[in-house]
């Protein structure tokens, strides 16, 4: 066993875990980071298609403490996204303490608030506490329907290239960003295009008005105004869904992640992608849709999202519901120390205004939970913090949430730590015990 409890381990090399390296480093906080690929970057070293551009603004995907360069567009690529990171990491000299090509079989508490991890090599680590930024786009959620597909199935996270696509028939189950730009990939490569939706979804252009969505829409105003201003915008310049062969939305904007992309009602227009409802049932190389039709295709792309797991910490330890993690502050849990999930969250738009200052709240929990006995979740829960409602964040109502909690909640801590420890009567924290059954996952 290698005792490295002096420091503490963060998982996961993409904007995350080096948003919270940084910040630890800053705050004088002994760390170790293992990453699984042999790069930083994440999903966009990783999991993205060759040809995908980020869908937010460079401006509001920047890191607040390291801007893009000056010459790279309103949407960089993959690539761009990737040299980005690299930069990053290379500026604030933390290279040198990844770990590359280390991935983590499993993750456990200890009776003294440390870590096990146990690498998939079979290298046991203990460490003083465990910081979880593996990232929401990697455990692939697939469609179930009768039958069965004979030709391509694939999900969105198996496209890579456009060469995939060429000649062929190409169907793309969602109405996502990943759809979106696949089905307009297959307008352009395939034989046809054409895209299947269970519901309605807004589609909100990249551009409005010469400028970045994002830019160019008040987000600093309360969500009913943002609604409104949207609303009439995309019927002056979109017009009606259903005028395209498209469900009405479903929702509200916001009450789901909206789709930002340009080229879908364009391609629709130009008879290139096709609008299919939901599909029925698959047979041989035809597929069925609810309204009757069928048609063949030479491959199915399931661009359905994903699931939020961690199949690395003993089951059931972080509570995933409906697709969201259910910690307070968006990172502890009430039942164990020194474990920080970090990043189960997903912007409206850019995650830069968010990460640097987010990064660094974590580093104050951090330090503020060594002067605790009780788990800083807990005393959050007993404090009466709620849990999150959505995995949506609204980046300006979370940028006034974190001022609040830094300037008047964490200094708070300490005080109500120790009247609810007097209260319970113990010096030491709940602890979770793992299920037996429990199954080592791999990161």
């Known amino acids: 066993m290698d005792d490295r409890s002096s420091r503490y381990c963060i998982l996961g090399a993409g904007p995350v875990g080096l948003s919270m390296a940084r910040a630890l480093a800053k705050a004088g906080i002994p760390y170790e980071q293992l990453e699984a690929d042999g790069d930083v970057g994440g999903n966009w070293l990783h999991g993205v298609y060759s040809t995908a551009h980020i869908i937010s603004s460079k401006k509001t ?212 992608i096709r609008p299919r409802p939901d599909i029925a049932r698959f047979d041989s190389d035809t597929v069925e849709f609810v309204d009757g039709r069928r048609e063949q295709f030479d491959i199915v792309v399931a661009a359905t999202g994903y699931h939020v797991s961690f199949p690395f910490l003993p089951e059931g330890l972080v509570p995933v519901k409906g697709g969201l993690a259910l910690l307070y502050a968006g990172c502890v849990l009430p039942t164990v120390k020194n474990l920080y999930v970090i990043g189960t969250g997903q912007a409206r738009y850019g995650f830069g205004p968010l990460l640097t200052p987010a990064a660094d709240m974590v580093a104050d929990l951090i330090q503020l939970q060594e002067k605790m006995e009780l788990p800083i979740g807990l005393v959050m829960k007993e404090s009466g913090v709620r849990l999150p409602a959505t995995h949506l964040v609204d980046p300006h109502a979370a940028l006034r949430g974190m001022k609040f909690v830094r300037r008047f909640l964490l200094p708070r801590l300490p005080g109500k730590e120790k009247k609810l420890r007097r209260r319970l009567n113990t010096p030491a924290p709940p602890t979770y015990t793992p299920p037996k059954s429990s199954q080592a996952g791999v990161f």
């Open 61 to 272: 995907t920047e890191f607040a403490d390291y801007p893009m360069p000056a010459d790279y567009p309103d949407f960089p690529s993959a690539q761009q996204m990737v040299d980005y990171l690299r930069d990053y990491a290379r500026h604030f000299d933390l290279l040198e303490r990844i770990q590359f090509h280390t991935r983590v079989a499993f993750a456990r508490p200890l009776n003294d608030h440390r870590w096990e991890l146990e690498l998939e090599n079979g290298e046991r680590r203990i460490y003083r506490g465990l910081l979880v930024c593996n990232g929401h786009h990697w455990d692939c959620r697939w469609p179930s329907y009768p039958g069965n597909f004979s030709g391509e199935y694939i999900h969105s996270k198996q496209y890579k290239d456009p060469q995939q696509l060429h000649g062929k028939r190409v169907l793309v189950i969602g109405g996502g960003n990943s759809a979106c730009d696949i089905a307009s990939e297959a307008a352009r490569v395939g034989l046809s295009a054409a895209i299947s939706l269970r519901r309605g979804y807004w589609f909100l252009p990249k551009t409005l008005l010469g400028k970045p969505l994002v830019e160019g829409i008040p987000f600093w105003a309360p969500v009913w105004l943002q609604r409104i201003v949207l609303r009439l915008l995309l019927r002056i310049v979109c017009g009606r869904y259903e005028s395209y062969g498209l469900p009405r939305p479903s929702h509200r904007i916001f009450e789901a992640h909206p789709t930002v992309n340009s080229e879908l009602l364009h391609y629709i227009r130009h008879g290139r």
